[in-house]
């Protein structure tokens, strides 16, 4: 009796690693496997996306072929035509996966290199190269050639997105392609409508971009930061400062010395992107609010002040801050 019960749980089991759900299926599905799922939680996910027929069976055979602790982070191509084997063979392969890398909005050039090779898609520093060798401005003609005298060239169009890239087939180059198109097909038609020029636009959205945390504020501050631009103030924002310390603080030396970023010795705008701005910021700079004010500053608890006279905004710093 315990013979025959092992040999019907054996059929059972290979039955369960070999058959598909639907052996007829042609219709593709995104599975996503993240950093941290067991592999108790990947056979939940396959179960509950009807990938596979038994939880207990793709874990078995995941241990007893030492599969377990070789599937893959990132992103992949399934569907119900196949097995147990034919998933666990693709989950654990580089050739068939997709890393998800999700650029945030204001990311740097220095700060996409970290996020790409932390993903292992490339070595330190290799994406900050690309971009310092891209030449390819009659493309991407919305770049500005004079971009390319820039730290970074491609500072503030390569555009904050999540995207799904192959290990097996990714280059820098690529990935700087794919986001200068995302850049065309998303900013362009939301900018044509503004009478300023794209390059100042962007420059604009990328201070937005670090001074302001939400919507309501965005338009508001990227209309004081025009203002003060088109009376021929000095902008006087530190964020631009920033951009070229690597530990990002500013000292009494910092805010004097006299360079092409610094807001506060310099007239108009820094001499380019100090990021890479997300949509609602290059939104806001395209399309400013008129208000009364000149001022504006970030309280402790994260809240935007604003005021009209310099008077209003030196009472404000000592209530706020």
């Known amino acids: 009796m315990g013979v025959a019960l092992f040999i019907y749980e054996w059929q059972q089991y290979n039955y369960l690693i070999t058959t598909p759900v639907n052996s007829q299926?042609?219709?593709?599905?995104?599975?996503?496997?993240?950093?941290?799922?067991?592999?108790?939680?990947i056979s939940d996910h396959l179960y509950e996306q009807k990938l596979i027929l038994s939880q207990d069976a793709f874990k078995w055979y995941s241990k007893l072929n030492n599969l377990d602790k070789q599937f893959k982070t990132g992103r992949f191509t399934l569907n119900q035509s196949l097995s147990i084997q034919e998933i666990t063979k693709t989950i654990s392969s580089d050739d068939k996966r997709q890393v998800i890398i999700t650029i945030p909005e204001g990311s740097t050039?220095?700060?996409?290199?970290?996020?790409?090779n932390a993903s292992g898609l490339a070595q330190a520093g290799e994406f900050s190269q690309a971009v310092k060798n891209f030449h390819n401005?009659?493309?991407?003609?919305?770049v500005p050639e004079a971009a390319s005298k820039l730290i970074y060239p491609l500072e503030g169009y390569l555009f904050p997105d999540t995207y799904f890239l192959s290990p097996a087939t990714f280059n820098c180059d690529a990935l700087i392609s794919q986001m200068l198109n995302t850049f065309q097909a998303k900013v362009l038609p939301v900018t044509t409508a503004s009478t300023r020029p794209l390059s100042d636009i962007i420059n604009v959205a990328a201070m937005v971009e670090k001074e302001t945390n939400t919507d309501i504020d965005r338009p508001i501050v990227a209309g004081i930061i025009w203002k003060r631009l088109d009376e021929q103030w000095v902008l006087g924002i530190d964020a631009t400062l920033l951009y070229l310390k690597t530990d990002r603080q500013l000292d009494y030396q910092d805010l004097k010395d006299d360079h092409e970023y610094n807001t506060r010795t310099r007239q108009g705008l820094p001499a380019g992107p100090i990021g890479n701005p997300g949509l609602a910021s290059i939104q806001a700079a395209a399309s400013p609010s008129i208000t009364p004010y000149y001022f504006y500053l970030t309280s402790r608890d994260g809240q935007m002040v604003y005021a009209t006279t310099n008077t209003e905004h030196n009472l404000n710093k000592a209530k706020y801050l």
């Open 109 to 116: 050039v220095e700060d996409i290199d970290q996020l790409v």
């Open 25 to 41: 299926s042609t219709a593709d599905m995104i599975f996503t496997i993240r950093k941290g799922d067991t592999t108790r939680d």
């Open 137 to 142: 401005y009659t493309k991407y003609s919305f």
